[in-house]
């Protein structure tokens, strides 16, 4: 089972860039998925989640307005889409999934058992 993210790059303040995630070896269709990131030199922290069954999502406060996250699971991919990106933002991005189908979203780290290997983000002023 690989989880593989895409999309990370260097984008300017106020642009805007689409993350995605592609599954591969199972399906991720009906289990909650994840996004976290890292920023040098501290933790992993939640970005945004969205549930197995139903599409429910839910976000930190931080990106709240500015960024979606979505699920094609047809594709089995799971994307972010980034508005308005702030400096703040920069950081390597993690996709994260259940192994375990739920309507519910989690925001701790804990609950998830498969990662992707992350891709960079880099937000300039």
């Known amino acids: 089972v690989q989880l593989l993210e895409s999309g990370g790059r260097l984008v300017q303040a106020g642009g805007s860039l689409r993350l995605s995630c592609t599954a591969s070896g199972r399906t991720f269709s009906s289990s909650p998925m994840g996004w976290f990131r890292q920023a040098p030199g501290k933790e992993r922290m939640f970005v945004a989640a969205i549930s197995g069954i139903g599409g429910r999502t839910y976000y930190t406060d931080s990106v709240k307005g500015r960024f979606t996250i979505s699920r094609d699971n047809a594709q089995n991919t799971l994307y972010l889409q980034m508005n308005s990106p702030r400096p703040d933002d920069t950081a390597v991005y993690y996709c994260?999934?259940?192994?375990?189908?739920?309507?519910?979203?989690?925001?701790?780290?804990?609950?998830?058992?498969?990662w992707g290997q992350g891709t960079q983000v880099t937000v300039s002023s």
């Open positions: 994260a999934a259940r192994s375990s189908s739920s309507g519910g979203y989690y925001t701790s780290r804990s609950e998830y058992g498969y």
